[in-house]
């Protein structure tokens, strides 16, 4: 199963990276949007954090097909290897994913709302498909679409990857990882919801002062 942070903030890249073993880094145009430097510094500067094991995902902003043709392949060359192009699934979008896949570039179908949508992604030759879990929940179960999209790319014999998006709660995250999920790809306000449990805070609170109060040290002395 892969971990993947939905963010463009180097910080809590750096931050992250760190604390967990995490697959790699996606964006999209709003994410780098958000950021104070220019988009390619950023991209630069998450590259030079991850590894190159670790894959990062980059948006095409052009909407027409031979234009995302051309940001596509720009895309692909900004790393050595794992660098992966995501491509919304227009008709134009689509139809540039069966172009790409031809010539080995990685490819993430995104933008997308139903597992039919997804489908034809992953048939044209997508390596991940990002459904919004949360954006889909304003037209029926999210959770439900994923999850059927994973038993169709099965029963297909598909190995496309599902990389759900879009979380906006832990609960999103864990049915869909309990669901045998792929991949996730977590804002970082969620991924530290996940992690951060006041009972966990608690406790080891009630270990140090148990400590303290015994040994008068807060750390365990060895000689
Ligand atoms: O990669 C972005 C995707 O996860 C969409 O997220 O929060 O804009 O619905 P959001």
Redesign the pocket.
Known sequence: MELYL?TADVSSIRKWNDILRIDGV???P??LAKEKEDYLKVIAEISEILSDNQILFMQVVATSYEDILKEARQIAKLRKKNMYV?IPVTPDGLKAIKVLHEEGIGILA?AIYSAPQAFLAAKNGADYL?P?V??MENYGDGIEEVLTLQAMLGNANMDTKIIA????NVNQVKQLIAGGIAAV?V?VDVLSNMVLHPGTAIAVEEFSESWKKRFDEDKIRFE
């Open positions: 939905d996606t964006t999209n709003s994410i995501k995104t990002a919004y949360n954006r998006a879009s979380f906006k790809t804002p």
